[in-house]
T-cell receptor, first 115, second 112 residues
Framework: DAGVIQSPRHEVTEMGQEVTLRCKPI?????LFWYRQTMMRGLELLIY????????DSGMPEDRFSAKMPNASFSTLKIQPSEPRDSAVYFC?????????????FGPGTRLTVL | QQQVKQSPQSLIVQKGGISIINCAYE??????FPWYQQFPGKGPALLIA?????SEKKEGRFTISFNKSAKQFSLHIMDSQPGDSATYFC???????????FGEGTQLTVNP
């Protein structure tokens, strides 16, 4: 299995631009999570989906952030417009909610720099 | 009540020594406690996990000790090696839902 795939791995953009991060979960997994990691705030859950439906988006910072999961094999996290304080590493993780421990498997992350 | 408090923030251990990282929680509905290991430039990866029906779980050099009454759990790394140098996160999850609550992380450095 290829694991969770994220693209791009690095993104550098200018303030005000739209940024789209992409995630392909592990095949067969039915839960998908978007996290943000910074030195100041650690690892924060932004939103998660079960069976492509958003369940908890309370961690989404503000309306500039949006996430979609149009099908079981693809999700996007969009920031529009981006700001320097959005600079962070964004991780996608997936799990199979029907398994005993519902272990989350993380992708390699996207390092976002907003200038 | 959803927080998981982790300490220390950083830890330096000599090769062969024991590394101990502690976590505490408040929410008694938590019933699954995993530890994740993260190397620079990589995503966190599950290292070991425990449920509150046991007080200890051991996998190789890694042991979780769990104290339900104190609402605390800890990770012990025996015979620490330089390759163990990484950031370690404890986490907890409730009986319902899939959401993990993570601790702040501990940066472990094992000197040769």
């Amino acid at each position: 299995d290829a694991g969770v795939i994220q693209s791009p791995r690095h993104e550098v953009t200018e303030m005000g631009q739209e940024v789209t991060l992409r995630c392909k979960p592990i095949s067969g997994h039915n839960s998908l999570f978007w996290y943000r990691q910074t030195m100041m705030r650690g690892l924060e859950l932004l939103i998660y989906f079960n069976n492509n439906v958003p369940i908890d988006d309370s961690g989404m910072p503000e309306d500039r952030f949006s996430a979609k999961m149009p099908n079981a094999s693809f999700s996007t996290l969009k920031i529009q417009p981006s700001e320097p304080r959005d600079s962070a590493v964004y991780f996608c993780a997936s799990s199979f909610a029907g398994s005993r421990y519902n272990e989350q498997f993380f992708g390699p992350g996207t390092r976002l720099t907003v200038l | 009540q959803q927080q998981v408090k982790q300490s220390p923030q950083s830890l330096i251990v000599q090769k062969g020594g024991i590394s101990i990282i502690n976590c505490a929680y408040e929410n008694t509905a938590f019933d699954y406690f995993p530890w994740y290991q993260q190397f620079p430039g990589k995503g966190p990866a599950l290292l070991i996990a425990i449920r509150p029906d046991v007080s200890e779980k051991k996998e190789g050099r890694f042991t979780i000790s769990f104290n339900k009454s104190a609402k605390q759990f800890s990770l012990h790394i025996m015979d620490s090696q330089p390759g163990d140098s990484a950031t370690y996160f404890c986490a907890a999850r409730g009986t319902s839902g899939s959401r993990l609550t993570f601790g702040e992380g501990t940066q472990l450095t094992v000197n040769p």
